[in-house]
Antibody, heavy 120, light 106 residues
């Protein structure tokens, strides 16, 4: 059973950089999947941020692309997210998730989520 | 971008009711449509993938149908544990989610 666990600071200052890590257990990050980040602002819906393959290939949401960087650490079986120049609008619960790399591309495993608040 | 529109945004129903939620895509997505259930404070849970395939472990009262642009999620007999928010997601292009449908107790 694959498990994902997010970790990182729960509070980030405006204009700073949000950094989160997702540890994968019960499976290899080098499997043929896309490792994704999805966020959910308080009381609203789900927004896909982007994804990374163990090969290093990435896809980002165009609306966030200029501020997002993802990386993978195969030695630690984990992947990471950085969002720069954050504002209050980036306050959200951040989920990591696994997306199938073959059609029809759904998210089958999710982390429990971690709340990140952007505030001074 | 493909836009996903869910309706209704919320509904009230009683235990035992048949509930139908609709998801419409702004262009054809074949059957690359998936449904998730989210309870407060929890991560989304995959219910249905590829429009009509039931994820392992999901009760058979959940079913999905549709192709192209119009899709439905049906709960045949609503149970107390089904009160939650439901999201559709298209996997045809860069992932996008519908706005959600909150199912509340009547």
């Amino acid at each position: 059973q694959v498990q994902l666990q997010e970790s990182g600071p729960g509070l980030v200052k405006p204009s700073g950089t949000l950094s989160l890590t997702c540890a994968v257990s019960g499976g290899s990050i080098s499997s043929n999947n896309w490792w994704s980040w999805v966020r959910q602002p308080p009381g609203t819906g789900l927004e896909w941020i982007g994804e990374i393959h163990h090969s290093g290939s990435t896809n980002y949401n165009p609306s966030l692309k200029s501020r997002v960087t993802m990386s993978v650490d195969k030695s630690k079986n984990q992947f990471s997210l950085k969002v720069s120049s954050v504002t209050a609008a980036d306050t959200a619960v951040y989920y990591c998730a696994r997306k199938m790399a073959t059609t029809p591309y759904y998210f089958d495993y999710w982390g429990q989520g971690t709340l990140v608040t952007v505030s001074s | 971008d493909i836009q996903m529109t869910q309706s209704p945004s919320s509904l009230s129903a009683s235990v035992g009711d048949r509930v139908t939620i609709t998801c419409r895509a702004s262009q054809s997505i074949s059957t690359y449509l998936h449904w998730y259930q989210q309870k407060p404070g929890k991560a989304p849970k995959l219910l249905i993938y590829a429009a009509s395939s039931l994820q392992s472990g999901v009760p058979s009262r959940f079913s999905g149908s549709g192709s192209g642009t119009d899709f439905t999620l049906t709960i045949s007999s609503l149970q107390p544990e089904d009160f939650a928010t439901y999201y559709c997601q298209q996997g045809y292009s860069t992932p996008g989610f519908g706005g959600g449908t909150k199912v509340e107790i009547k």
